[in-house]
């Protein structure tokens, strides 16, 4: 029973992690005039509830879009780099924490470039080396928040093991 509980575990972790690096490339790959059309209301919105005055100009459009990709990025890009190195770690249990950790840090790595760097095939959207490389940080910073997680989880349990079996032996 406990087999079928962890394939259920990683099949939703994989279905979570598929579905949310799909999101971000569907995101990404979009026509560069759709997406400005499709942020431009609700961003003209959120202005105008920051700003009560009610009148928007186009360099406080530029701000909070700018601000609202970037930070947007951020996140996706760290949820992904959480979500990857879980579902990493739990599917190739039999493997060293080191072999995990690689693969999962290449799997993320390779994400975050290519979402990026496939811009260049796509009509009215550009590279940018720079938003590329706030994709690598942030799924750099979920990996590196899971991996020390499980380490200090790791660490905790290999500490507290010698404890409990030197004083189970003492009590024979």
């Known amino acids: 029973m406990e087999e079928k509980k962890k394939r259920w575990i990683v099949f939703a972790l994989w279905l979570l992690f598929i579905l949310m690096v799909a999101g971000i490339s569907y995101?990404?790959?979009?026509?560069?005039?759709?997406?400005?059309?499709?942020?431009?209301?609700t961003i003209a919105?959120?202005?105008?509830?920051?700003?009560?005055q009610g009148a928007v100009t186009q360099?406080?459009?530029?701000?909070?879009?700018?601000?609202?990709?970037?930070?947007?990025r951020a996140i996706a890009f760290l949820m992904i780099g959480i979500v990857g190195t879980v579902t990493i770690h739990v599917t190739f249990t039999k493997c060293s924490?080191?072999?995990?950790?690689?693969i999962a840090i290449f799997i993320l790595a390779v994400i975050a470039y290519l979402t990026e760097k496939l811009k260049i095939y796509i009509p009215t959207r550009h590279y940018s080396f720079e938003e590329m490389m706030?994709?690598?940080?942030?799924?750099?910073?979920?990996?590196?928040s899971v991996s020390v997680i499980i380490f200090l989880g790791r660490l905790l349990k290999g500490t507290a093991r010698p404890k409990a079996a030197s004083h189970y032996s003492r009590q024979q």
């Open 27 to 41: 995101i990404s790959f979009q026509n560069g005039e759709e997406t400005k059309e499709i942020g431009k209301g």
């Open 97 to 102: 924490w080191a072999i995990r950790s690689g």
């Open 134 to 144: 706030i994709s690598m940080a942030a799924v750099g910073v979920g990996f590196v």
């Open 45 to 52: 919105q959120l202005t105008k509830m920051k700003n009560h």
């Open 59 to 72: 360099e406080q459009l530029d701000k909070v879009t700018y601000f609202i990709r970037q930070w947007g």
